[in-house]
């Protein structure tokens, strides 16, 4: 069975600063997809980036980037130039992939992670 | 507009009696889902139906159902089997096989007195 680990409940930065936020996973498949989302409190689910496990180069979003280490099965998130409107939980998800008509194509998420900007 | 609509947003009911919380999509997905969400914690998948007149049990199936009668709709019975069924609930769909990006729907807050 996959698991997904966010190791931080909360993180913090300031306006305009960078972080980052970690996300690991444990899996035997080796074609898979992995998702970052995005709850502000509003609870919509939004999706920021998704990363295919069999592309190397990694995923990038406008103020949004990952880092996908497929041998460490991490996939971290950095977010630069914080605003206050990124003030959100964040969740990592994984799915392993499946052909078409295939039988499960369903999320396993993190715990997620809450993160505050601060002006 | 296109988009997945849950209704209602906040749902109470006593303990022991069903209730069903509603998901309409009109992206012509294939896939719908249902989610658990609680505090401290991630979603959790209920149930989950690739195709019309089929569903499967997700990680936390004991104490709900579902139907999948028409595409875009993809309702959720909470029954009085449900052991803790104060929960926010979120329903997803998506086009369904490889192609994997699920959209979200706002989510209903159901609490049991």
């Known amino acids: 069975a996959q698991t997904v680990t966010q190791s931080q409940p909360e993180m913090s930065v300031q306006e305009a600063e960078t972080v980052t936020l970690s996300c690991t996973y444990d899996?035997?498949?080796?074609?898979?997809?992995l998702f970052w989302y995005k709850q502000p409190p509003s609870r919509q689910m939004i999706l920021v980036i998704r990363?295919?496990?069999?592309?190397?180069q990694n995923a990038t979003e406008n103020r949004f980037s990952v880092n996908f280490q497929k041998a460490a099965k991490s996939f971290s998130l950095k977010i630069s130039d914080s605003q206050l409107g990124d003030t959100a939980m964040y969740f990592c998800?994984?799915?392993?992939?499946?052909?078409?008509?295939?039988?499960?194509?369903?999320?396993?998420f993190g715990k997620g992670t809450k993160l505050s900007v601060k002006p | 507009d296109g988009g997945i609509t849950q209704s209602p947003k906040y749902l109470f009911r006593k303990e022991g009696q069903n209730v069903t919380l509603s998901c309409e999509q009109n992206l012509n997905h294939d896939a719908m889902y249902w989610y658990r969400q609680d505090p401290g914690q991630g979603l959790r998948l209920i149930y989950y139906?690739?195709?019309?007149?089929?569903?499967q049990k997700g990680d936390i199936a004991e104490g709900y159902s579902v139907s999948r009668e028409k595409k875009e709709s993809f309702p959720l019975t909470v029954t009085s089997a449900q052991k803790n069924p104060t929960a926010f609930y979120l329903c997803a769909s998506s086009i369904g096989g490889a192609l994997t990006q699920q959209f979200f729907g706002p989510g209903t807050r159901l609490t049991v007195l």
């Open positions: 990363q295919e496990a069999y592309k190397q």
């Open positions: 139906s690739q195709i019309v007149n089929d569903f």
């Open positions: 998800a994984f799915m392993k992939h499946v052909e078409y008509g295939g039988s499960q194509g369903n999320l396993i």
């Open positions: 899996t035997s498949e080796n074609n898979y997809y």
